[in-house]
């Protein structure tokens, strides 16, 4: 069965870190691009970050740059992102997704991704 199961979620103080994973099953990970996503209520969903199926190319939003970090582990089956320096605003339930195939000028459009996580909520609050 294919599945992208993301973990590591929780309550943060503004300017903790937490990391999030993305452990893919039914499928070699390491075949494709994969993207960071989150959608805060009432909001619609953004584009949070990318990486290349080798791990080579990496894409940030503009929000994020600097304080986020794509990662991935193709012998686990997982990507993961690093979120340091934490906002208020970074509050919403990240999915992580797998794309397809499209040119990378577009990895930030959801429609663009085939397999999606069931998300995990990240909370950030004094």
């Known amino acids: 069965q294919l599945q992208l199961t993301e973990s590591g979620g929780g309550l943060v103080q503004p300017g903790g870190s937490l990391k999030l994973s993305c452990a893919a099953s039914g499928f070699t990970l390491g075949s494709y691009a994969i993207g960071w996503f989150r959608q805060a209520p009432g909001k619609e969903r953004e584009g949070v970050s990318w990486?290349?199926?080798?791990?080579?190319?990496?894409n940030y939003a503009s929000s994020v740059k600097g304080r986020f970090t794509i990662s991935r582990d193709n012998a686990k089956n997982t990507v993961y992102l690093q979120m340091n320096s934490l906002k208020v605003e970074d509050t919403a339930v990240y999915y992580c997704?797998?794309?397809?195939?499209?040119?990378?000028?577009?990895?930030?459009?959801?429609?663009?991704?085939?397999?999606w996580g069931q998300g995990t909520q990240v909370t950030v609050s004094s």
């Open positions: 990486i290349s199926s080798s791990g080579g190319i990496t």
């Open positions: 997704a797998r794309a397809r195939s499209f040119p990378s000028s577009v990895w930030s459009t959801s429609r663009f991704y085939d397999y």
